[in-house]
């Protein structure tokens, strides 16, 4: 049996005519750049989140950075943030001249642990980026209370890995004053090239992020502001509005083949901690192992594909370490060594799921 990491084809084969129709209609009226599903799009992301503003932007690094500029970050300002996470994160926080400041890991979720977040707070702080790791969220009520107890400190949310995800009842990206995401193919809400959103209730900033997404543009030239080119295109907006017809689906599949994962699992191989006051989209499902290279390589023959999310932390990065030592975070290095995701995606079938777990249990005894 050979089974793919994320079938992205089966999906596409599910809402063909749904993707197939949105694309041509684009191609009909030709306008690639901010056409009419460009708003479509954002106005249905609002009704999903509840967020007051969605702005599709480029993304999900677009996302992050445009967030950034809105708030006017500028050298030398600090933004706390997980050095346990795809390099986005912190490049954004480096390409503006901030410095990102590294606060280690929860060990069960891989989330920033909130608990340290106070200690890092300095009179040079502006933001907060927690990162919702393998797509559930990180503790933002509490990372929130940090943040009404300092003021002048905004908590963005990289939701790049957690659209459709819940938090006591609250859909992710609408958990803090700014959240981001990506629709990068693989992602549980993904396009079939690069995108991503940005979602706030504030109108200011919303205002501020739009100008920002084009060449910081109040009108047609007419620039108030230095922004960037970072449009989300037309096509790439219809292909997410067709994939939003089962996506309510794709996210009870995922829930319900996470969940049996947990249960097959259990007391043999230990994964990332679901909490019960928020729900993960399983982004990724990954399980904690040593020896992982023996591991990975034997699944492999087996024609089961895995993959390591991280399997550095970006403080031992070479174009980062020197923003922070590596040994101040040593549960992210713990876990870089560990973590292991296997396949997962809304079609996964129950027979795959039993013959990747079975593997993967009779490959770690040995
Ligand atoms: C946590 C995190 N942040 C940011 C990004 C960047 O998103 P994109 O690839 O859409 O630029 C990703 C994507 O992999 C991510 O996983």
Not at 151 to 157: H, Y
Not at 309 to 320: R, S
Request: overall charge negative; charged content about 20%.
């Amino acid at each position: 049996m050979t089974i793919p990491f994320i079938d992205l084809k089966l999906q596409y084969l599910a809402l063909k005519a749904s993707v197939d129709a949105r694309i041509h209609r684009v191609l009909d009226h030709g306008q690639y750049i901010m056409g009419p599903e460009v708003r479509e799009l954002e106005e249905q992301l609002e009704v999903y989140t509840g967020a007051r503003h969605c702005i599709t932007v480029a993304s999900g690094t677009e996302a992050l950075l445009i967030s950034l500029m809105s708030l006017g970050i500028k050298p030398g300002d600090e933004i706390i943030t997980t050095p346990f996470t795809f390099v986005a994160t912190a490049e954004v926080i480096v390409l503006l001249g901030a410095v990102p400041v590294f606060v280690d890991i929860e060990p069960d979720t891989c989330n920033i642990n909130a608990s340290l977040i106070e200690a890092a707070i300095t009179p040079k702080t502006r933001a907060i980026m927690p990162v919702s790791l393998y797509g559930q969220p990180a503790d933002m009520d509490e990372i929130n209370a940090i943040v009404a107890r300092h003021g002048n400190i905004t908590v963005i949310e990289d939701a790049a890995q957690s659209f459709g995800a819940q938090y006591k009842g609250r859909k992710s990206c609408n958990l803090s004053t700014i959240g981001c995401t990506s629709f990068f193919p693989s992602k549980p809400l993904g396009c079939y090239g690069d995108g991503g959103a940005i979602f706030t209730n504030d109108d200011a900033l919303a205002q501020a992020m739009r100008e920002i997404r084009v060449h910081g543009q109040e009108r047609r030239y007419v620039h108030t502001r230095v922004g960037v080119g970072g449009r989300m295109d037309t096509i790439q907006c219809a292909i997410v509005l067709a994939k939003l017809e089962r996506f309510d689906w794709e996210i009870e599949q995922r829930l319900k083949i996470g969940a049996r994962y947990n249960e097959l699992l259990a007391g043999k191989v230990q994964a990332v901690t679901q909490y019960h006051d928020r729900t993960s989209v399983f982004a990724q499902y990954t399980v904690f192992i040593e020896n992982r290279e023996r591991l990975q390589e034997v699944l492999k023959q087996a024609g089961i594909p895995t993959a390591v999310h991280y399997p550095v932390p970006l403080n031992e990065q070479p174009a980062y370490r020197h923003l922070c030592c590596p040994d101040c975070t040593p549960i992210s290095q713990q876990r870089a060594r560990q973590v292991m995701s296997l396949p997962m995606s809304a079609d996964l079938q129950e027979v795959e799921q039993d013959f990747i777990v079975n593997a993967l249990c009779e490959a770690s005894k040995r």
